[in-house]
């Protein structure tokens, strides 16, 4: 019954079989190559800059309820972040929404090299740690640090368009281990040369696009990347910060009339 079937479905003639398995495998190969050079492909997205220059307006802290202890605390800002972003495929992309992802990827090196922040003595003004720790919890060495979204975006093909988006960037020490030894924290002190000398701090960001009628067959394509940024404070900045008075109780006014303005500068 199978070889009845194939032989119905297949010609009899050897050359007209040999000529059948010729042209579908050429418009195999075509399909393939036309799919290789149009299918959609993630532009290359690339964050230029992060822009500080409005920190007064922007910065915002809180405490849990009926709390002045720092290792409950959410630091917010709202930054802007001019990023470039090109087109490589051959025909224009409307993306109806660009989500992006930071992350700071903690140097475990670099921070076990030098002095932890407990070092610095400032317990007592954060206030008392976490009591009763899980002994084998381990503090993420990778913590999400804020998100950024825009919509409505069109990329020309084969040309950079570079545009501006809001990030905001958040902030609280792990719940488990406090403020004092949360790796994010020390990788912080480490980068502005507070515990060590002063290095480059590697931001990873996650890209996730919605391309128009494409989502509906699953196709949100995904980019993921990494940026290197100086520390946002100087030297001079961090001294008035260490030297004020007022950090003993009140550090946030500190940070808030130091911090007055300033771009992170990425690193090439």
């Given at each position: 019954m199978v070889v009845d079937y194939l032989c119905c479905c297949l010609p009899?003639?050897?050359?007209?079989?040999?000529?059948?398995?010729?042209?579908?495998?050429?418009?195999?190969?075509?399909?393939?190559?036309?799919?290789y050079?149009?299918?959609?492909r993630f532009p290359n997205v690339k964050v230029m800059s992060i822009n500080l220059s409005d920190i007064s307006n922007s910065f915002a802290f809180s405490l849990a309820p009926n709390s002045t202890n720092l290792n409950t605390v959410?630091?917010?800002?709202?930054?802007?972040?001019?990023?470039?972003?090109?087109?490589?495929?051959?025909?224009?992309?409307?993306?109806?929404?660009?989500?992006?992802?930071?992350?700071?990827?903690?140097?475990?090196?670099?921070?076990?090299?030098?002095?932890?922040?407990a070092s610095l003595n400032i317990q007592s003004i954060i206030g008392p740690a976490p009591s009763n720790p899980d002994p084998n919890y381990v503090p993420s060495y990778s913590p999400k640090i804020g998100t950024g979204k825009r919509e409505g975006l069109y990329f020309p093909m084969k040309r950079n368009v570079t545009f501006n988006m809001e990030f905001l960037l958040s902030y609280?020490?792990?719940?488990?281990?406090?403020?004092?030894?949360?790796p994010a924290f020390a990788e912080l002190m480490?980068?502005?040369?507070?515990?060590?000398?002063?290095?480059?701090?590697?931001?990873?960001?996650?890209?996730?696009?919605?391309?128009?009628?494409?989502?509906?067959?699953?196709?949100?394509?995904?980019?993921?990347n990494s940026v290197f940024i100086r520390c946002p404070v100087?030297?001079?900045?961090?001294?008035?910060?260490?030297?004020?008075?007022?950090?003993?109780?009140?550090?946030?006014?500190?940070?808030?009339?130091?911090?007055?303005?300033?771009?992170?500068?990425?690193?090439?």
């Amino acid at each position: 019954m199978v070889v009845d079937y194939l032989c119905c479905c297949l010609p009899r003639s050897k050359t007209i079989r040999i000529v059948c398995l010729v042209v579908t495998t050429i418009i195999l190969v075509a399909a393939g190559v036309v799919g290789y050079f149009f299918w959609p492909r993630f532009p290359n997205v690339k964050v230029m800059s992060i822009n500080l220059s409005d920190i007064s307006n922007s910065f915002a802290f809180s405490l849990a309820p009926n709390s002045t202890n720092l290792n409950t605390v959410t630091v917010q800002l709202k930054l802007t972040m001019n990023i470039s972003v090109f087109n490589d495929n051959l025909y224009d992309l409307n993306v109806d929404e660009l989500l992006l992802s930071a992350y700071m990827l903690v140097n475990k090196t670099e921070i076990s090299k030098h002095a932890s922040p407990a070092s610095l003595n400032i317990q007592s003004i954060i206030g008392p740690a976490p009591s009763n720790p899980d002994p084998n919890y381990v503090p993420s060495y990778s913590p999400k640090i804020g998100t950024g979204k825009r919509e409505g975006l069109y990329f020309p093909m084969k040309r950079n368009v570079t545009f501006n988006m809001e990030f905001l960037l958040s902030y609280s020490p792990d719940s488990e281990v406090g403020l004092i030894k949360d790796p994010a924290f020390a990788e912080l002190m480490n980068v502005c040369g507070i515990t060590s000398n002063r290095r480059p701090a590697e931001i990873g960001y996650v890209a996730r696009s919605t391309v128009g009628k494409l989502s509906v067959i699953g196709y949100n394509p995904t980019i993921q990347n990494s940026v290197f940024i100086r520390c946002p404070v100087s030297e001079v900045q961090v001294e008035q910060i260490q030297g004020d008075p007022r950090a003993k109780t009140d550090v946030f006014s500190v940070l808030q009339s130091v911090l007055g303005n300033g771009t992170v500068v990425i690193t090439q």
